[in-house]
């Protein structure tokens, strides 16, 4: 059985710098497709950073991109969000999420990853 721990969120200051972490368990972690995603109270889920199994293909919308950064080590089965440069509108729960092979085309769609992480918070005041 896959289970999926995220660990580092906390409350921070805006302009401060978070590292978040996903330990996979289960299954072969290199073969996922990996994703963090992120819900804000009472908003929806959205995708924040996806990186493929050999970690060669990184994706990001453009709310966050530059400022976050996924990577990857296939040896730990961990996988790692780095957040820079924090707003206000970046306070959620974020998730970590984890699927077969994924395309770019479809990534950032909650439906393609099959296994999800319970979720750390991470609150940013102003």
């Known amino acids: 059985q896959v289970q999926l721990a995220e660990s580092g969120g906390r409350m921070v200051q805006t302009g401060d710098s978070l590292r978040l972490t996903c330990a996979v368990t289960?299954?072969?972690?290199?073969?996922?497709?990996m994703a963090w995603f992120r819900q804000p109270s009472g908003m929806e889920r959205e995708f924040v950073a996806g990186i493929s199994g050999s970690g060669n293909t990184r994706y990001y919308p453009g709310s966050v991109r530059g400022r976050f950064d996924i990577s990857r080590d296939n040896g730990n089965d961990i996988v790692y969000l780095q957040l820079n440069s924090l707003k206000p509108e970046d306070t959620a729960v974020y998730y970590c999420a984890a699927g077969g092979s994924i395309t770019k085309l479809t990534m950032a769609m909650p439906q393609e990853y099959v296994y999800w992480g319970q979720g750390t918070q991470v609150a940013v005041s102003s």
């Open positions: 289960g299954g072969t972690f290199s073969s996922y497709t």
